[in-house]
DNA sequence: CGTCTCGTTGAGAGTTTTCAATGTAAGTGG
DNA sequence: CCACTTACATTGAAAACTCTCAACGAGACG
């Protein structure tokens, strides 16, 4: 069966799944919580790269595809619960089960376009444009994601964000 | 045979694949020179979202997959010839013969960790790193392709550009 | 109550864009 | 082949945007 392919996993809000420098295990399906996954440059500040939650699957995808270190930390934001396949198992899976392979197609698919999204908001808006489309179009980030990881999610200073609410609010 | 599900097609340079609000009826492989994808904003500014050469896939996967208008225009930076495969044929292939699900899996699987990385450039960097972190990971595109396009593609002014290089030839 | 984290605000510094002008190379038609 | 046009790259100066730094405020938590 599928699921016996899959181990469970709780994290207590802060912890680690993955730290930079390690190899990345596990390819994890976030059954319950948040987490989130960024990286950190020589100044000490953190970029977001990614939020998972409910339904989302979580890794450093790199790391677990090429077994090289990851570049990126993987916390918990919340408490959360995972389902987590190792890559052995990831391979004999998409092998024994053609449909799975089909499943992360899709999905793969599906990110790629997401990603593609955010990379031509990234290049093309200024930092209030990118608000607004986030807004827009995952506004469940902005309510559930502490304003400074937005910030660092969108590529702009935490006050520059801040700024920007203002000014959009006082608009009204 | 997986042949018969692709057709031939060649563009003369300059000549569009596809323009923003058609729907993007084929997936379609490069066998032969050099395409790029991008959007125009209200003021009538290119910004790049992609460039495919020899053994890359090109499309608006966005308006193949939901068969949504584009958002994207597709043309042709060089002489090139391609084989496109339809959106009705795409679905045949992969149900039939389970492994190019797998191809087109790892495809995007590989595709999404380049495009992690761009945006994370993107997001992170000032437009001098970006520069210099294309130079080190994709040459061939600054070698390959018109300056104002690769200034677009990092999301930086052609004159931001110009100075970049003139600043990084001086300190030699 | 004190501490810690996070968000807000202001002012100045730094980066990037915009606009306009000039330079340069390539392509076209006579 | 040359003159002309067009497209692209470079440069300068001013404007716009965003960041940095520092201070302050509000709420959470022990």
């Known amino acids: 069966m599928i699921g016996?392919?899959?181990?469970?996993?709780?994290?207590?809000?802060?912890?680690?799944?993955?730290?930079?420098?390690?190899?990345?295990?596990?390819l994890c399906f976030v059954a319950d919580g948040l987490l989130r996954t960024y990286?950190?440059?020589?100044?000490?500040?953190?970029?977001?790269?990614?939020?998972?939650?409910?339904g989302?699957?979580?890794?450093?995808?790199?790391?677990?595809?090429?077994?090289?270190?990851?570049v990126f930390n993987i916390d918990?934001?919340?408490?959360?619960?995972?389902?987590m396949i190792s890559r052995a198992d990831y391979e004999k899976l998409t092998l024994q089960v053609p449909i799975m392979d089909r499943y992360f197609r899709i999905l793969f698919q599906n990110s790629l376009v997401t990603k593609e999204r955010r990379l031509m908001s990234s290049i093309t808006h200024t930092a209030a444009q990118k608000y607004i489309q986030l807004l827009g179009?995952?506004?469940?980030?902005?309510?559930?994601?502490?304003?400074?990881m937005v910030a660092s999610y969108l590529g702009i200073a935490p006050e520059t964000l801040s700024r920007i609410k203002r000014n959009l609010a006082s608009k009204r």
């Open 39 to 54: 990286n950190v440059d020589e100044k000490g500040d953190e970029h977001m790269s990614v939020f998972g939650w409910e």
């Open 137 to 148: 179009s995952n506004p469940e980030i902005i309510a559930r994601i502490p304003q400074n």
């Open 76 to 83: 918990a934001i919340e408490d959360s619960s995972l389902l």
């Open 4 to 26: 016996t392919f899959f181990v469970g996993k709780r994290l207590r809000k802060k912890q680690y799944l993955l730290q930079e420098g390690e190899v990345c295990r596990h």
């Open 56 to 70: 989302w699957w979580i890794s450093d995808f790199n790391s677990f595809l090429s077994l090289e270190p990851a």
